[in-house]
């Protein structure tokens, strides 16, 4: 296999490995967040770690193939060095999504407690409106221009006969 055959074996199976991942993303969009998340990184390790085949021409391969091939055919030894690079890979990428759990985490926990608050301040507002709603507005009132009657004047006398306003 010259340079050319290889560099374009590796680019095809990046792609494959790319629209495998992708439908692995797909079947696992439906699950628990914290289940979904590990699994799509534990697919991406397996997917996208290589070995080393051959020491003397530095020639590498995807590790899961070379491992099944190993397994199912039992040639080579090259299974328990696949395996070895599948640990120390999964390794770093859990390593690597645990950081990014804990900056995370304090970012939702904020993020929670705005849209809580936020919440809070919609439900105080709506109850505002329907307590004004609900008391009389002053321009309603039916006695804003009018005052009551006057009390009865004495029987003794006429009293006064005032126009009102």
Do not use: H
């Not at 495998?20 to 914290?34: D, E």
């Not at 859990?94 to 809580?116: D, G, M, N, S, T």
């Amino acid at each position: 296999m010259i340079e050319n055959d290889y560099t374009f074996a590796w680019g095809l199976y990046v792609v494959a490995a790319l629209g495998c991942l992708l439908v692995g993303f797909k079947l696992t969009g439906w699950m628990w967040r914290w289940l979904r998340e590990p699994l799509r990184v534990i697919l991406a390790v397996l997917l996208f770690t290589p070995t080393i085949v051959d020491p003397v021409k530095d020639s590498f391969a995807p590790a899961i193939a070379i491992t099944a091939l190993d397994l199912a055919f039992k040639v080579g030894n090259n299974a328990w060095r696949a395996i070895s690079d599948f640990a120390m890979y999964g390794m770093f990428a859990f390593a690597l999504y645990i950081v990014f759990v804990l900056v995370r985490w304090p970012l939702e926990k904020r993020a929670r407690e705005r849209r809580a608050m936020a919440q809070a301040a919609a439900e105080r507002r709506a109850a505002e409106d329907n307590a004004v709603v609900q008391t009389p507005l002053a321009a309603e009132r039916n006695d804003r221009y009018r005052d009551d009657p006057p009390p009865a004047a004495p029987a003794a006398g006429r009293g006064r006969v005032e126009p009102r306003l």
